[in-house]
C-alpha cells in the first residue's frame, strides 16, 4: 500500500502529576504497540524537536509569569506537532507522547489560573483538530510524589519544586478533565506498586 494511502496511525498520550511515574511505562506501552505490528514514534513536551527542546529548557528553570508561560508552551507544540506528531500519524505510526494539551490545562490553567478560554484558543491554533485518542493518566496524592521526587537524587525543576497548593490545584485540574472526557481518558492509581500499576497499563493496552 502506498504510503499516502496508509490508516492513520493513533496518538496516545501519558498525563499526570510530577512523581506519578508516567514516564517509566512509556517502553512498556511501546513494546505491546510493537507486538502488534505498528510503528511507534516516543516523544515529549515541551520538547520533541531542537526548537521545542530549546524552549523547553527556558521553561523548565526561568520564572515567566503564566500567560508567557503558556504562549511559550504552544510555540514549542505547534512545531512538535508540525514536524514530528502529524507526520508520524499521516504515516501510519503510533504515537506516544509524554504529556500534551492536558498538561497545559492542568499545570497553567488549573496550577496557575490561565484562563481555560486562552489555553483553548491556543490549541485551537497550534493543533487544530488533533485530540489524543486515548489519554493515560496516572494519579497519586501529594505525599506519593514528593516522597518520589525527594528520592531521585536530582536537582527538581521549577515545576516540581511548587508546593502542596499548587500540586493540589494541578490534580484537580487533571482529575475534572478526566471526568469530563471519560471516553478518552485512563485513569491509573499511580500510588501502586510498578508491577499492579504496569497490570493496568497492559489491560489498557488490550483494550485498544
Not at 56 to 69: F, I, K, Y
Not at 136 to 159: I, N, Q, Y
Request: net charge neutral; proline share 7%; glycine share 8%.
Amino acid at each position: 500500500m502506498p504510503p499516502g494511502n496508509s490508516p492513520r496511525g493513533r496518538f496516545i498520550t501519558l498525563e499526570g502529576v510530577d512523581g506519578a511515574g508516567k514516564s517509566s511505562y512509556i517502553p512498556v506501552l511501546a513494546e505491546r504497540i510493537r507486538s502488534r505490528g505498528h510503528e511507534v514514534v516516543l516523544t515529549r513536551e515541551p520538547g520533541g524537536t531542537p526548537l521545542a527542546e530549546r524552549l523547553r529548557e527556558l521553561l523548565l528553570a526561568e520564572p515567566m509569569d503564566p500567560p508567557t508561560e503558556t504562549m511559550l508552551m504552544f510555540a514549542a507544540r505547534a512545531d512538535h506537532v508540525r514536524l514530528v506528531i502529524e507526520p508520524a500519524l499521516a504515516s501510519g505510526r503510533w504515537v506516544l507522547c509524554d504529556r500534551f494539551t492536558d498538561a497545559t490545562h492542568a499545570y497553567q490553567g488549573g496550577g496557575k489560573g490561565v484562563p481555560e478560554s486562552l489555553i483553548a484558543a491556543l490549541a485551537s491554533e497550534a493543533h487544530p483538530g488533533l485530540v489524543p485518542d486515548l489519554t493515560l493518566l496516572f494519579d497519586c496524592p501529594w505525599e506519593v510524589s514528593k516522597a518520589r521526587l525527594a528520592g531521585t537524587g536530582r536537582e527538581l525543576d521549577r515545576f516540581e519544586r511548587e508546593d502542596r497548593a499548587f500540586f493540589e490545584r494541578v490534580r484537580a485540574r487533571y482529575l475534572e478533565r478526566a471526568r469530563r472526557e471519560a471516553s478518552r481518558f485512563a485513569v491509573i492509581d499511580a500510588s501502586r506498586t510498578p508491577n499492579e500499576v504496569n497490570k493496568s497499563v497492559e489491560d489498557i493496552f488490550l483494550g485498544l
